[in-house]
């Protein structure tokens, strides 16, 4: 697995797997409508880039895939976590 920095071109791989891992991994501990609530499957891809873009954003990509991402803002606040 290899780290490298968040590219635009990444976004739409990258919010789908976020749809997946919210959908997937917390399935059994939240409701259907609190999933939704937390990803509906229609991200703002323009917000998306431009939050990940602003701060300091790395993708973990293994195979050719990305696997992770996390992105820190100048506060010190991480924002998404490598999944």
Known sequence: MTLRPYRSPDLRELTELF???V???NAGDY???QLDAWADGAPDLEAW???LS???AFVAVKSGKIT???DIDA???L???LT
Do not use: A
Request: overall charge negative; hydrophobic content about 15%; proline content about 0%.
């Open 19 to 21: 749809y997946n891992t």
């Open 68 to 70: 992770g991402f996390g």
């Open 49 to 51: 880039d431009r939050t």
């Open 75 to 77: 506060s010190g606040y």
């Open 54 to 56: 602003e701060h300091i």
């Open 79 to 81: 924002d998404q976590r």
């Open 23 to 25: 959908h997937t991994v």
């Open 31 to 33: 409701t259907v409508e």
